[in-house]
């Protein structure tokens, strides 16, 4: 059974940093694209970041440079360290194995597997 179990988020001041984690089970993780995405309320399930298997990156632009996505294979885990946060980074943030851009509804309720979703508060 594919899992995908994400690590709390939190809230910070503007200008601070926050790491999320995402621990995979139940499928080649190694080998697996990945991707973080968000969805703040009234917006659509935003692409954030993705990694493929063979570590190649992609960012959306309102976080490049300030985001990385990394995955450590020994622990089966992926990560989205994010620096030099805005207020408008606040949403709920999810791991999952898709890697292309969502339309309509909820993250979770998007087709593949989905992490349970984590909060990240950014104030100003």
């Known amino acids: 059974k594919v899992q995908l179990v994400e690590s709390r988020g939190g809230s910070v001041q503007a200008g601070g940093s926050l790491r999320l984690s995402c621990l995979g089970s139940g499928f080649p993780f190694a080998d697996s694209a990945m991707g973080w995405y968000r969805q703040a309320p009234g917006n659509e399930c935003d692409l954030v970041s993705t990694?493929?298997?063979?570590?190649?990156?992609y960012y959306a632009h309102s976080v490049k440079g300030r985001f990385t996505i990394y995955k450590d294979n020994a622990k089966n885990t992926m990560y989205l360290q994010m620096n030099s946060l805005k207020p408008e980074d606040t949403a709920v943030y999810y791991c999952?194995?898709?890697?292309?851009?969502?339309?309509?509804?909820?993250?979770?309720?998007?087709?593949?597997?989905w992490g349970q979703g984590t909060q990240v508060t950014v104030s100003s």
């Open positions: 999952s194995d898709q890697v292309t851009p969502q339309y309509g509804g909820v993250c979770s309720a998007q087709f593949g597997y």
């Open positions: 990694i493929s298997g063979d570590g190649s990156t």
